[in-house]
């Protein structure tokens, strides 16, 4: 199982988690839900208590990543198959993305 956590701005909004190959979870944070002041991360991830599940990464995920000559030379330097969308996601953590919306990986 891998997860990221997923911020707007600087306030962490949730944790996109893989599961395994086919099972995919976004979960907004409680502290970020119960605040009525902070925006949904994505019109298709409106906040609710539920968790969102999918058997693939959530679109709005992927297209955070890098295109092209530059997802592949990103691939190449970390190792990562351009395949592996969450291992992708993990690649960008605590790099810019496109808007607001950063993913970082705890530190272990």
């Known amino acids: ?3 990221v956590d997923v911020y707007l701005g600087n306030r ?6 893989e599961r395994n190959q086919d099972d995919y979870e976004f979960a907004y944070n ?3 839900l119960a605040d009525s002041g902070t925006p949904a991360i994505a019109l298709s991830l409106p906040k609710r208590e ?5 058997s693939r990464i959530f679109p709005f995920f992927t297209n955070l990543l890098p295109e092209g000559s530059n997802r592949k030379a ?3 330097v970390f190792k990562v198959d351009e395949q592996d969308f969450f291992g992708m996601l993990e690649m ?3 790099k ?4 607001n919306v950063t993913l970082r990986k705890e530190e272990k």
Not at 12 to 17: I, S
């Open 92 to 94: 960008i953590c605590g």
């Open 1 to 3: 199982m891998r997860t």
């Open 30 to 32: 409680a502290q970020y």
């Open 50 to 54: 539920e968790p969102y599940r999918s």
């Open 96 to 99: 810019d993305c496109i808007g």
């Open 12 to 17: 962490l909004a949730g944790q996109l988690t």
């Open 74 to 76: 990103l691939c190449t």
